[in-house]
């Protein structure tokens, strides 16, 4: 191909791109969306009445904007509740026996978790910084609250990597301290910031083990608690309520537009839809459920005609049970449907910085010469290695390569998972800026093929 047509074919996907971004910041709904989804719905985890309603707001959104198809692929998702106000007091005596003085800590119940079955856990607490030290310290465990003070390595450029780091103590610490005898477990949250707000999460028990009450703490009370321990005995006082109810109905919410030239072959984009009940779930995931529904938005407003199918998909699910992306990748491969792409926002709406991408090393090539078309809107990084929990099981099941679109992620974890992680905290030029680079992407792959 001589290089005259080549940078043709390059102007007129930059027209088009600037056409996108255009359409985005001038017209754009995702904020007046996000508004919607956060405010008049809220915290929306699995089985909950919110969740419900998020549903059917979602489905009438899509259908808003005249897909070919929208429906509700229902799947069963599990019902754990809070069910009341966690609550921790600490009781030291700073040295002076007799004395008794309380403090209150900020904790959360971690998602999954079973609560103290309407008593106090009242014990010593245990300190350690690692498992490694919870296994050389195993016989001091029997009776006691372990307190895993694990920190975010600061050293990490990109800060899910610090999370990766860090989230086994959540997932794993309540069923290490059971297997010791410890009685239950308070967690450093998966967080960076300066605030005390505690994050919560799911946890996993292994069932081996007793199912032990587990609270993330915020950091300011983390690194009290620390210090505390330095200077004698704590005791804590912990109240939690958490259960399960039976697992019941969700859905993923599904819109497409059929493709004119390879119908059978699908693109998917899309975001999770349930979130932690603590917050309003903005940017986890409000911000990509709508930013994948501006990208529809776009392509319609533009008259955009796609070869391949494109699916915009609101996930049920991902942060407790995953259900939904599982039944999702079930019933594709179920119908034959071969997915050439999977692209996922759930990093938050921040400004755009690229793409991580899953896939061979040609097709990673071929979107990494799609990098001169992005920059200009935020999104120069394209790094190896990429996706979504809500696409995952696609490339599992039949070997998608996936994308994950990536914001800049030093404030992601100020809020994920806690109380403040609400609308106030999205800027509405960096998620439509996310949305353009997302619809850019969808473009070029659904153009070029991968
Ligand atoms: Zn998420």
Known sequence: MPFFFLASAQNDDSIFISRIAREILVNGKAYEDLR???????????????MVKAEQWGLKTLQALHPDNAWLQECMVPHWVRGGKDQA???????????????????LALGNSLGSGGKVVSAEVMEVKSFQELEARKNEVKGKIVFYNYPFNPTFIRTFEAYGDAVGYRGAGASMAAKYGGRAAIVRSMSESTDNNPHTGGLHYDSNYAKLPAVAIGLQDA?????QIKKGKVVVDL????????????????????????????ITIGGHLDSWDPAEGAHDDGTGIVQTIEVLRVLRALGYKPKHSIRFVLFANEENGLRGG??????????GEKHILALESDEGGFTPRGFGFSGSEAQYQKVLSWQPLLCPYGGCEIIV??????IGP????????????????????????????????????ELELGAVNMAAFVYLVDKYGL
């Open 36 to 50: 919607v989804l956060t405010k008049t719905i809220g915290g929306r985890l699995s089985g909950s009445p919110q």
């Open 89 to 107: 007091t600490a009781s030291y005596n700073n040295g002076k026996p007799g004395q008794k003085i309380k403090k209150s800590l900020d904790v």
């Open 223 to 227: 690194d009290w608690l620390s210090e």
């Open 239 to 266: 109240t939690t309520n958490g259960h399960f109810l039976p697992d019941t109905i969700g859905h993923n919410v599904i819109a497409e537009i059929r493709g004119s030239q390879f119908p059978d072959q699908y």
């Open 326 to 335: 599982n039944k999702y990748a079930e019933e594709a491969k179920a119908r």
């Open 385 to 390: 290695g990429g996706g979504g929990s809500d």
């Open 394 to 429: 696609l490339a599992r099941t039949q070997q998608t390569p996936l994308a994950g679109y990536m914001p800049d992620s030093q404030r992601y974890f100020d809020l994920h998972h806690a109380r403040n992680d609400v609308f106030e905290a999205v800027n509405k030029r």
